[in-house]
């Protein structure tokens, strides 16, 4: 990359605005971030680069920066000193945790801090002896977790960003990657242009996504399972499903025949709005271009059915024989650019550290890899069964503690600690408004003031300046389970801590700093040797820090093109180690689970199986696709809210601070995006077409009867937005999707 600042040096670094990930060439003059180019040689990214990561230096310069920490007083804000905040954010802590025991603190963690942050605030809970623990993560993907891993085993996406240019057919349901992952879209447009992949669109918005497929499919909102079953019985039913694959490694398919057959096209038709032929022609288009891939994201997850929709499309995949193989795969596309990897490090209430649960099994390894003795930390726990037992999740205190708009029960928290994560991606967040009022403290540590730190009245408020993710560093795993090393660009600003150094100053005044860093010297490094050794479940055990400091180091020694011309799964230090990587030696795992092998001699088998409990037509949509004994394990952590029901628009929040930007970058014609969480720059992108409101069939009492899901206001039948397409010309002329500067 050029330098056009004298005496300034270039620091490669990975774009936190989504779970692509990005390569980013930062400038940095005399300390001062000046100036950004994107990275040609990153092999996710190769010079492409969306609006959002073109304000990624907006992190570090924002004049919306938090400078010092606050603390309210009064009603009003006060500065306060560093030593004053943490004495007295500890000091209040620990009175509680006298008074009342470890479980009246929650801690909620983030999606937008390195593996190695994320990491540490599990395993503070756990010092602190409370599963009270949560994150972004409950509310975006938790659901996906409980479709894909109970089909197959790993909650995650199964191949990788890069190996979409591979597929054959691309079938997006409830994604707008043009505008929230829009580098990944690069490389699905790829499919399309160099494999001639049909792109099948199923959305009930005509997004921009849908302006680049070859067929779009508009659903009513919330009927994604009932079509996809619609797909599913066409397939079966038309005998085009993958009979060898089928045969030697699905299990439960009789019963999914079963559960199929009612969704003829007809009925798929009453339920879902797409004309009979249409559903059979969709299937028959899967089905004649294969190895195809499935790419979801929130729009098919935040549901109150949301793990039935996520069921739904691995099944479909199953059917296929699309399991296993480049250019198949079910490829969920994550929002935060580290939420796979706070999701493996389980900043979660019903885990410890890469998903090992919370039996005392798990409890004695974790003792182990801390080094600390297992009675130690059990006698952290106010009793101990309340080790083994799930905590609250953010949703779930809130929910339980204000119903109907009133305080129903007693609160048993007293203090919550936001740690990176603002809670206005919350829904019912009046509630959480209200909740917040009962805490006698409410901690924020965070770069920028969010919304939680105004949402409650009372003066119980501290909020306490953190690094940007540019101002730290560690390694972050991105969407497709590849580990990158985002190194530190500049020094915190303003009087800005460094996350790690305000975990190492909180666990000092608990009390527990020397057996909390018993092993850790180095930070970040030592953190990254810890998490390779404990995680033996997922397999993040040869991504050292040397190794993914490599792979970030030498992004241009990748050949691309040789490595596209292998035609097949690449090599894995390419896509960043992605997990299971089990050595040192290990490249990673590009693609999840070896069907080379047939079942019996080591190669995976995939459960199409249904919980008996739950049977169609009886009982509800949501339990229709419940795994085997687990009813609905997403939804349920979700809150399962019954007002829920619609695709998510992905947009909600925006800070004016990044419009500037923005509006900038749509102006040298690149693309506008929609993915909105906090600490992520959003522009709330007017949608330009007309909202009409055309009903296309009228109610039908019989159908809210047998599918109670369904909402029954007589709007939820009506399709909201009609296309105009001499408009959607117009919008897609003005706005072009431009990829790359
Ligand atoms: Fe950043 Fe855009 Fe790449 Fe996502 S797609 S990592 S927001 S540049």
């Known amino acids: 990359s050029s330098k056009p600042y004298p005496n300034s040096k270039i620091v490669r670094t990975i774009c936190t605005h989504c779970a692509v990930g990005c390569g980013i060439y930062a400038e940095v003059q005399n300390g001062v971030w000046v100036r950004q180019e994107i990275a040609q040689d990153h092999p996710i990214s190769r010079g492409g680069h969306c609006c959002k990561g073109a304000g990624a230096i907006d992190m570090v310069t924002s004049p919306k920066r938090l400078k010092y920490p606050l603390k309210k007083v009064n009603g009003k804000w006060q500065k306060i000193s560093?030593?004053?905040?943490?004495?007295?954010?500890?000091?209040?802590?620990?009175?509680?945790?006298?008074?009342?025991?470890?479980?009246?603190?929650?801690?909620?963690?983030?999606?937008?801090?390195?593996?190695?942050?994320?990491?540490?605030?599990?395993?503070?809970?756990?010092?602190?002896?409370?599963?009270?623990?949560?994150?972004?993560?409950?509310?975006?993907?938790?659901?996906?977790?409980?479709?894909?891993?109970?089909?197959?085993?790993?909650?995650?996406?199964?191949?990788?960003?890069?190996?979409?240019?591979?597929?054959?057919?691309?079938?997006?349901?409830?994604?707008?990657?043009a505008e929230a992952h829009p580098i990944a879209m690069q490389h699905?447009?790829?499919?399309?242009?160099?494999?001639?992949?049909?792109?099948?669109?199923?959305?009930?918005?005509?997004?921009?996504?849908?302006?680049?497929?070859?067929?779009?499919?508009?659903?009513?909102?919330?009927?994604?399972?009932?079509?996809?079953?619609?797909?599913?019985n066409a397939i079966i039913q038309n005998d085009w499903y993958d009979k060898e694959f089928v045969r030697t490694r699905v299990a439960g398919f009789e019963e999914l025949k079963e559960v199929a057959k009612h969704y003829t096209p007809?009925?798929?038709?009453?339920?879902?709005?797409?004309?009979?032929?249409?559903?059979?022609?969709?299937?028959?288009?899967?089905?004649?271009?294969?190895?195809?891939?499935?790419?979801?994201?929130?729009?098919?997850?935040?549901?109150?059915?949301?793990?039935?929709n996520t069921r739904a499309y691995c099944i479909l995949q199953l059917v296929l024989g699309n399991m296993g193989k480049s250019g198949g795969g079910t490829n969920i596309l994550r929002g935060h650019d580290n939420v796979q990897g706070a999701t493996d490090m389980c900043i979660l209430s019903h885990s410890l550290p890469a998903y090992y649960g919370l039996s005392d099994g798990a409890w004695k390894h974790w003792c182990r890899v801390w080094d600390v003795d297992y009675e130690w930390i059990k006698s952290r726990f106010?009793?101990?069964?309340?080790?083994?037992?799930?905590?609250?999740?953010?949703?779930?205190?809130?929910?339980?503690?204000?119903?109907?708009?009133?305080?129903?029960?007693?609160?048993?928290?007293?203090?919550?600690?936001?740690?990176?994560?603002?809670?206005?991606?919350?829904?019912?967040?009046?509630?959480?408004?209200?909740?917040?009022?009962?805490?006698?403290?409410?901690?924020?540590?965070?770069?920028?003031?969010?919304?939680?730190?105004?949402?409650?009245?009372?003066?119980?408020?501290?909020?306490?300046?953190?690094?940007?993710?540019?101002?730290?560093?560690?390694?972050i795993t991105n969407s497709q389970r590849g580990i990158q090393w985002r190194y530190k660009?500049?020094?915190?600003?303003?009087?800005c801590k460094d996350d790690y150094m305000i975990m190492q100053e909180?666990?000092?005044?608990?009390?527990?700093?020397?057996?909390?860093?018993?092993?850790?010297?180095?930070?970040?490094?030592?953190?990254?040797?810890?998490?390779?050794?404990?995680?033996?479940?997922?397999?993040?055990?040869?991504?050292?820090?040397?190794?993914?400091?490599?792979?970030?180091?030498?992004?241009?020694?990748?050949?691309?093109?040789?490595?596209?011309?292998?035609?097949?799964?690449?090599?894995?230090?390419?896509?960043?180690?992605?997990?299971?990587c089990w050595t040192t030696e290990h490249p990673g795992t590009p693609i999840l689970y070896d069907i080379s092998k047939p079942v019996a001699k080591g190669g995976l088998p995939f459960r199409a199986?249904?919980?008996?409990?739950?049977?169609?037509?009886?009982?509800?949509?949501?339990?229709?696709?419940?795994?085997?004994?687990?009813?609905?394990?997403?939804?349920?952590?979700?809150?399962?809210?019954?007002?829920?029901?619609?695709?998510?628009?992905?947009?909600?929040?925006?800070?004016?601070?990044?419009?500037k930007t923005i509006k900038e970058a749509i102006k040298r014609g690149m693309a506008p995006f929609g993915n909105a969480r906090a600490r992520c720059y959003v522009w709330n992108f007017p949608d330009p077409i007309p909202v009409h409101r055309e009903p296309l069939h009228s109610p039908d009492p019989e159908m809210i009867k047998k599918y109670p899901t369904y909402d029954d206001k007589p709007d939820h039948y009506r399709v909201y937005t009609k296309y105009k397409s001499e408009q959607k010309l117009d919008w897609v002329k003005r706005y072009p999707l431009i990829l790359t500067t």
């Open 266 to 308: 007809e009925e798929v038709e009453r339920i879902t709005g797409v004309p009979a032929k249409e559903v059979v022609r969709i299937a028959k288009l899967l089905a004649d271009n294969r190895p195809g891939t499935v790419i979801w994201c929130m729009g098919g997850t935040q549901h109150s059915i949301g793990s039935s």
């Open 188 to 232: 699905i447009l790829y499919a399309k242009e160099v494999n001639n992949a049909p792109i099948i669109v199923v959305d009930p918005r005509f997004t921009k996504t849908a302006a680049k497929a070859t067929d779009y499919v508009r659903i009513r909102s919330g009927t994604d399972t009932a079509f996809v079953m619609g797909l599913i």
């Open 489 to 495: 660009v500049v020094d915190p600003v303003h009087e």
């Open 382 to 475: 106010k009793n101990k069964k309340y080790m083994n037992k799930k905590g609250f999740t953010l949703g779930r205190w809130y929910e339980g503690v204000i119903q109907e708009d009133k305080i129903t029960q007693y609160t048993p928290l007293k203090a919550v600690v936001f740690w990176g994560c603002s809670s206005n991606s919350q829904s019912q967040y009046h509630k959480l408004k209200k909740a917040l009022d009962l805490l006698d403290l409410v901690v924020i540590i965070d770069p920028f003031p969010t919304m939680t730190a105004v949402a409650s009245d009372k003066d119980n408020v501290y909020l306490l300046p953190s690094s940007s993710q540019y101002e730290t560093e560690g390694s």
């Open 609 to 659: 199986r249904f919980g008996t409990k739950y049977k169609y037509p009886n009982g509800k949509m949501e339990n229709l696709l419940a795994a085997d004994g687990v009813a609905n394990p997403g939804s349920e952590v979700n809150g399962g809210y019954p007002e829920f029901k619609g695709i998510v628009p992905g947009t909600n929040w925006k800070t004016d601070l990044s419009q």
């Open 82 to 177: 560093w030593e004053q905040a943490l004495d007295e954010v500890s000091k209040k802590l620990l009175d509680i945790r006298k008074k009342d025991g470890p479980d009246a603190v929650m801690w909620i963690g983030s999606a937008k801090v390195s593996n190695e942050m994320a990491y540490l605030q599990r395993k503070l809970a756990a010092f602190w002896g409370t599963n009270n623990i949560d994150h972004q993560a409950r509310i975006c993907h938790s659901t996906t977790v409980a479709g894909v891993a109970n089909t197959w085993g790993y909650g995650a996406m199964t191949n990788s960003i890069n190996d979409i240019r591979h597929s054959k057919c691309v079938f997006f349901i409830g994604s707008n990657a």
């Open 506 to 580: 909180l666990v000092k005044r608990f009390g527990f700093y020397d057996k909390f860093f018993k092993n850790i010297k180095k930070i970040p490094e030592d953190i990254t040797r810890e998490i390779n050794k404990g995680s033996l479940t997922i397999g993040y055990n040869g991504q050292t820090p040397e190794r993914i400091k490599k792979h970030t180091d030498y992004w241009h020694t990748f050949d691309v093109n040789t490595l596209q011309a292998k035609g097949g799964p690449c090599d894995g230090e390419y896509y960043g180690l992605p997990w299971p």
